[in-house]
């Protein structure tokens, strides 16, 4: 069980050291960061000295002919010059997309006197892999009668939900003033590093008729689950169904949430994901599906995707193989392969369970509930694959090499050993064991002090309770 600890701690290292600017990390702290890096697990947000790389507005015109409008980007935040051709494809690819995910339901309609603001997100995966992710809020622009919604969307390869919403309402704050007053504000936000977990960074903006105002973000001191709010799966869905859904999610399933608003549908999706942790999902992700890319649950492959649920007729005609079909608006399942509740051990099962029951009355902050629920999960992945490391033999050439036979036998538990026989054929497992093997030397796993600390806690909030 060390060997998946130890990669539990490396990655929570490589997070808290992904703002440093490269030229901070020289002699045995260089050394360190490169041990951390091979040593990490594979997730694909990866931080780095700016906030953002854009802010887009993108508005809604009226095409040539109909009466349909088409989004479109009206300003983009910093404009590039002089790109090199990959750079050039890289932005065009951008522009082509933005209006797409910022403007998921489609062309039809009409201007409004009143529209609830919308704050959601989106990803998008680039050619090497990686990901940039989208904080976007939906709202009216400042003004008197009839008028169409716009969107605020920021591009970043950084995971931090929470912080970034704050940005979004010092941006929605100044776009009632006036547009003028938004890009001082970027400005100053994108020559400002990003913070280490547990800092601060405070920035000072002017806005009229109110004088200078300092503006603090602060991250989690926990960065591992700084791109998450849990508690939109809690607030959907209960626990059972919770635990069916990581279920598919860990044998590489095809799964679709459906719900009305595109925040609730972003936040859930996220919170799926973060489930699987130290695994990322490496398979199609599309937190908010726009209408144009509806075909994508027809797909066979594995995919987790969040669609409207004004488009709900369109999926349910759609000729899709096995997949679980979540409602976050009922809190059902309208289609399911039907083994969810027997893919796990059910002694594990329970256990999860039992966890999610336990101190939901001492949970105050995001932070606190966001641990409460993914550790149990992290627990389980622990007692059945935690003991990988001892099954990578070792050559001369510093390459490991992973014996998944002997690692499967080593499991007494015939249903853990029936679930890990599937779960080591997913992608979820084998990239993450190719990093293993690509570490160049074996992982001598101490005690695992993120489990003990854990269950530490937990027992503190047991006897407060008792008392």
Known sequence: MDGLGRRIRASL???????VPAEETCGEGKKETEESIRESSLSNYTGGPHFFEYLFVVSLKKKNSGDDYEPTITYQFPKRENLLRGQKEEEERLHGAIPLFCFPDGNEWVPLTEYPRETFSFVLTNMDGTRKIGYCRRLL???RGPRLPRVYCIISCIGCFGLFSKILDEVEKRHQISMAVIYPFMQGLRESAFPAPGKTVTLKSFIPDSGTEFISLTRPLDSRLEHVDLRSLLGCLSHEQILQIFASAALERRIIFLAEDLSTLSQCIHAAAAL???FSWAHTYIPVVPESLLATVCSPTPFMVGVQKRFIQE???SPMEEVLLVDLCAGTFLKSVGDEGDVLPPKLQ???LTSLAQGNN???TLEQINEHVSGPFVQFFIRTVGHYASHIKWGSDRQGHFQE???CKALT???KRRFVKKFVKTQLFSLFIQEAERAGHPMQGTSDRKSLNMRNRRNRRNQKKRL
């Open 13 to 19: 290292r490589l997070k808290r050291r992904s703002w």
């Open 141 to 143: 622009p400042a003004g």
């Open 276 to 278: 699987l942790y130290p």
């Open 315 to 317: 999926v349910l005609d």
């Open 350 to 352: 329970n256990d999860i």
């Open 362 to 364: 001492d949970l105050q």
């Open 405 to 407: 036979k002997s690692f």
């Open 413 to 415: 538990s015939k249903t």
